[in-house]
C-alpha cells in the first residue's frame, strides 16, 4: 500500500495528540524560573558566607552540577523534566543532565566501555566545537591586536 505526502500528513495529524502549549509554557516558565532562582539564592549563600563574587559563582555553578546529576542518577530530573520540558535546559543544569545519562544507560557494561566511553557522547561534541570556537575567536582577537 502505498500513501501520497498529503495523505501520511492527516493521518499523523489525525492521530497525533495536540500539544498543551499553555501547560508547556508554564511548565517550563516556573521550574526554568526556579532553577534560576536556586542559583541566586546559591550566589547570595555563598556571598553571605564570605566568598568573593567569582568564587560564589564558581561555587554556584558546581553545586548546580552537583545536584542536576544527583538528581539524574536518582532518576528525578526526568520526572522534573516531564513537568517543566524547556525549562530544565537552563545551561548548566541541562548539561550535567546530558552528560550523566548516556553514561548511567551504559552503565550494565562497565566502568570503562561502559560509562566512561558513553560518558560524553551528547556533550562531547559541545566540548569540542566550544574549544575549537575559543581558540578560533582567541586567534582572530590577537591577530587583530585587541589583547
Do not use: R, W
Amino acid at each position: 500500500m502505498h500513501i501520497s505526502d498529503m495523505e501520511y500528513d492527516k493521518m499523523v495529524k489525525k492521530y497525533s495528540p495536540n500539544s498543551p502549549i499553555f501547560k508547556n509554557c508554564l511548565g517550563a516558565f516556573f521550574i526554568g524560573g526556579a532553577i534560576c532562582t536556586l542559583g541566586q539564592g546559591l550566589i547570595n549563600l555563598y556571598s553571605y558566607l564570605g566568598a568573593s563574587k567569582l568564587d560564589a559563582a564558581t561555587l554556584t555553578s558546581v553545586t548546580l552540577v552537583f545536584l542536576s546529576a544527583l538528581l539524574t542518577g536518582l532518576g528525578l530530573y526526568d520526572d522534573i523534566a516531564k513537568v517543566a520540558g524547556a525549562g530544565t535546559l537552563v545551561p548548566i543544569t541541562g548539561f550535567a543532565n546530558a552528560v550523566v545519562s548516556p553514561a548511567l544507560e551504559f552503565k550494565a557494561e562497565g566502568y570503562v566501555l561502559g560509562l566512561g566511553a558513553k560518558l560524553f557522547v551528547i556533550s562531547g561534541p559541545v566540548i569540542v566545537y566550544g574549544a575549537c570556537a575559543a581558540v578560533l575567536y582567541g586567534a582572530i582577537v590577537f591577530v587583530m591586536g585587541l589583547v
